[in-house]
């Protein structure tokens, strides 16, 4: 089980945890958490000795200035063991350089390259025999970093902590798609805001609406741009995909948008597939009546958390409903099927964007 690595030191402590930890049968997405975790602190300019330990609670000094500021970042990456042809890390450098870029954001340190990737190379190899097998199931894996400074003061954090966390995990959605309520009044992110980074806040302010989605029947919120309250931008944890027969459309990545791994992926994978890929401005009235029309056959989401998730039916807060022709579309599950061949071993890898570790 697990290797030594360069520049983590692994306690016994963390080794013994491991091997007394049994994994429950129920796992969902996010619940069940791997008996270890990593760590580092950030002071005086540097970063602290990267360490494995057990899982355990933190203590926090009540002015600990995250709790206040949400001077916070994290990532989210999947390590694969479908079958036990794993295990298998997706694209972790891109989640290396999307850490960085919200780091800067937020004004946070940067972690150096080899520690955050070998981070989650030491997570994944020692939590390979927790990693579910089933196709779409995983190791969740969350680096997160955020400031520890212990005082009310409205300035940046001096001092840092840094951490990997993992979760074996089940699919993230049970059901096989998802309602969509088109969020026309409340905005998750503004231009020259923070909505291109991954910081704990983006998500907070989604919540609201997610609440009063549910009420109404709905699963997730499509938002808009804040300005015109007309361009679709994304949707809290997913980029949003419409399709339009060969054709299949994206909003173009813009300052108010995260840049998704997954959305990233599926435009390579598509063209490579034959579609036509179009990073597009998308006005959500075109849009509503092209589902209506027909010209629009399909609509799906996607982020390493639901890997793709078909959209069914489109609604509005004056109680219209656009139903997509199919629930579950055809060109949304060979997108899913092809990526998750990657993802999880059985295909080829023409972009190199799986790495085996052992
Ligand atoms: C992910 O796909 O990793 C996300 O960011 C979604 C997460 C907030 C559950």
Redesign the pocket.
């Known amino acids: 089980m697990g290797h030594s690595y360069k520049s983590i030191s692994i306690s016994e402590e963390a080794i013994k945890v491991l091997e007394n930890f049994s994994l429950p049968e129920d796992l969902a997405f ?1 619940k069940v958490m791997a008996p270890i975790m990593i760590e580092a602190d950030y002071a005086n300019g540097k970063w602290g000795e990267f360490k494995m330990v057990p899982y355990h609670k933190l203590t926090l000094d009540p002015t600990c200035k995250v709790l206040h500021y949400a001077q916070e970042i994290f990532e ?1 990456l999947k390590a694969y063991n479908a079958d036990g042809l794993g295990p298998f890390l997706f694209r972790a450098e891109e989640n290396y350089k999307r850490f960085n870029l919200s780091a800067q954001r937020m004004a946070m340190p940067d972690v150096p390259a080899e520690l955050f990737l070998e981070g989650c190379e030491a997570m994944t190899s020692h939590c390979s025999h927790l990693i579910p097998t089933e196709s779409g199931s995983s190791l969740y894996i969350r680096p997160f970093m955020f400031a520890t400074d212990d005082n009310l003061g409205i300035k940046p954090s001096e001092t840092f902590k840094f951490m990997i966390v993992a979760s074996p995990s089940a699919a ?1 959605f049970s059901s096989g798609s998802v309602k969509v309520l088109v969020e026309k009044g409340a905005v998750r992110a503004c231009p020259g805001g923070v909505g291109h980074a ?1 910081t704990g806040g983006n ?1 907070a302010a989604s919540l609201y609406s997610m609440i009063e989605a549910k009420k109404a029947g709905y699963d997730q919120v499509l938002w808009l741009d804040a300005v015109n309250k007309k361009y679709i931008e994304e949707m809290s ?2 980029n949003f995909f419409a399709v339009y027969g060969n054709t299949i459309k994206t909003p173009t990545l813009t300052e108010t948008i995260l840049n998704g791994i ?1 959305r990233k992926s599926i435009v390579t994978l598509a063209q490579h597939l034959g579609y036509q890929v179009e990073e597009t401005t998308m006005d959500i009235d075109e849009l509503l009546s092209d589902i209506k029309s027909g010209a629009c056959s399909e609509c799906f989401a996607c ?4 890997i793709i998730t078909p959209i069914s039916l489109l609604g509005t807060r004056e109680g219209e409903h656009f139903k997509l022709e199919h629930e579950q579309g055809p060109v949304s599950m060979r997108i899913r099927t092809e990526l998750l061949n990657i993802q999880e071993g059985r295909g080829d890898d023409p972009f190199q964007w799986r790495q085996s570790v052992k």
């Open positions: 996010g989210g993230y991954k998500y944890g997913m997954t982020g390493t958390a639901v």
